[in-house]
Every structure is written in structure tokens, then in C-alpha cells.
């Protein structure tokens, strides 16, 4: 048991502040490269999928013009790669290479207040940058709307979700290039069958039913209908969004306790 646990009541708001300004004070160090890649990765895509296969192929996908399509579901693919990647990587050199969470869970600090705050960051981050494809679509012709500022809310607990799913990974997997299988068999098919370059009615209807599964085609179709009007599924849409982050919340707590607390 860690010092951390003996001297500190869960989620005390002054250890998780804490560990927080650690990672922002780490974080000015390489958000530049950081914040250049999150940007120009939606560039590249809107301009190879909304218009150069949207000028040659499809003009207008569901109504929306396909750079207005493709822009609006760009959000889900840049919060998943700001969350769960960065959780999975992070985590796992930080606990294996550097030792940085023994040193953390030596100052009155338990493990549940060190993910949480770990989650809590990533997530912060990750709400920024996805909403980064919504700009930028905007410099491509989407019109704003109001309903646009509740994306960073949307953006934030999807990746809540996530990032606890990347820290969950960390401490489960044994080896760094295990992480291979998890983005092969689980991050890039989520995002694929999100509805970000299609609609998934164009799916089989198993692969259908699979996709009404998946957080990220629920967070597409929250930031669309942020743009271009909500439907009534949509709070159903962003319920299912926060049972999934505290669900990857306590599994993340759970698998990290059983890594770091022999």
C-alpha cells in the first residue's frame, strides 16, 4: 500500500490539481509539434476526402455537402487519436521507463486520484484539439451555429472515456508493441465505422447494429446535429457518451490499482 492511500481521502481536488500542473508544466515543452500535427491532420483529410473525393465521386452525402460531412465527423477521429493513444503511450512509459508514478504515489497521492487527474488532462486536451476539424471546416465552407459550443463538452467526455481506455491498456498490456494489436484490432475500427466518411446505413445490417455500438459514430452524430439542428436520440446519444466514460473511469482506476499496488 502507497503513502498515498494512508494519507489522503480519494479524489482530493488539491493532489489531483497537482498532479495536473505537473502535465501542463510538462506539456509547454512540446505543444508546439503538438498542436502543428493536430491541426494539419484535418486539413489533409478535408482536402483529400471533402474535396478531391468529394468533387470526383460525391458531391452531397445525406443532405450535406461531403466536405460539410466529413468536416463535422473529422471531431471523433481527432479525439480519439488526442485520448486514447497519448493515454496508452503515456502511461505505460511513464510507469515502465521513467518511474514517474512511484515518485507520484510516494507524496500523498492514491492511485485513483493519479488517474483521474491523468484522465481529467488528456481529456482537456483532447476537447481542444477536436474541435480543431470543426474550424477548419468552416474555413472550407460549413456555416457555424450555436449549437457548435456544446462540442467541446461532447468532445470532453468522449475522451474521458478514452483516455481511460488508453490507461486501462497501459496496465494490462506486458509489452509497449502490444500496442500494435490494439490499434489494429480496436482504435482504427472504431473510427472507421464511425460514420465520419460514410454513413453506416450503407453498412451490412450486423455491421449496422455493430456501429450503433460504437461511442465515436455517437459522438459524430451529436457534432453533426450540433450543426445542422439535434434530433430527440441525441440526449439518449450523449447519455450513452458519460455511462461510457465512468464505466472506462473505474475500469481504469481498477486495472492501474492491480499494476501499481502489489
Not at 5 to 22: D, T, Y
Not at 183 to 206: E, S
Request: proline content about 5%; hydrophobic content about 55%.
Amino acid at each position: 500500500m502507497s503513502s498515498g492511500e494512508v494519507g489522503a481521502k480519494r479524489l482530493e481536488p488539491a493532489a489531483i490539481a497537482g498532479i495536473m500542473s505537473r502535465e501542463v508544466a510538462n506539456f509547454r515543452t512540446y505543444w508546439k509539434g503538438t498542436t502543428f500535427s493536430s491541426i494539419l491532420e484535418p486539413v489533409v483529410y478535408l482536402l483529400a476526402f471533402g474535396l478531391g473525393l468529394g468533387a470526383t465521386i460525391v458531391d452531397r452525402v445525406d443532405g450535406l455537402e461531403y466536405v460539410e460531412f466529413v468536416g463535422t465527423g473529422m471531431v471523433a477521429t481527432a479525439v480519439i487519436f488526442s485520448s486514447a493513444l497519448p493515454a496508452m503511450f503515456g502511461t505505460f512509459v511513464k510507469h515502465r521507463f521513467q518511474n514517474t508514478y512511484d515518485a507520484i504515489l510516494a507524496a500523498p497521492v492514491d492511485v485513483e486520484e493519479l488517474v483521474t487527474a491523468e484522465m481529467l488532462w488528456i481529456a482537456m486536451r483532447a476537447s481542444i484539439y477536436g474541435c480543431f476539424p470543426l474550424v477548419v471546416a468552416m474555413a472550407f465552407g460549413l456555416d457555424p451555429a450555436p449549437g457548435m459550443l456544446l462540442v467541446p463538452i461532447f468532445c470532453f467526455v468522449t475522451a474521458i472515456a478514452f483516455a481511460g481506455f488508453g490507461i486501462a491498456t497501459a496496465a494490462t498490456v506486458a509489452k509497449i508493441d502490444q500496442f500494435n494489436y490494439v490499434t489494429t484490432l480496436f482504435v482504427t475500427p472504431l473510427f472507421l465505422v464511425a460514420g465520419t466518411f460514410f454513413p453506416i446505413d450503407q453498412l451490412p445490417d450486423g455491421a449496422q447494429a455493430a456501429a450503433q455500438l460504437n461511442p465515436l459514430h455517437h459522438l459524430v452524430e451529436l457534432v453533426r446535429g450540433s450543426a445542422f439542428g439535434f434530433e430527440g436520440t441525441d440526449l439518449i446519444r450523449f447519455a450513452v457518451l458519460v455511462v461510457f466514460a465512468v464505466a472506462m473511469w473505474r475500469v481504469a482506476v481498477n486495472r492501474m490499482e492491480k499494476r501499481l499496488i502489489a
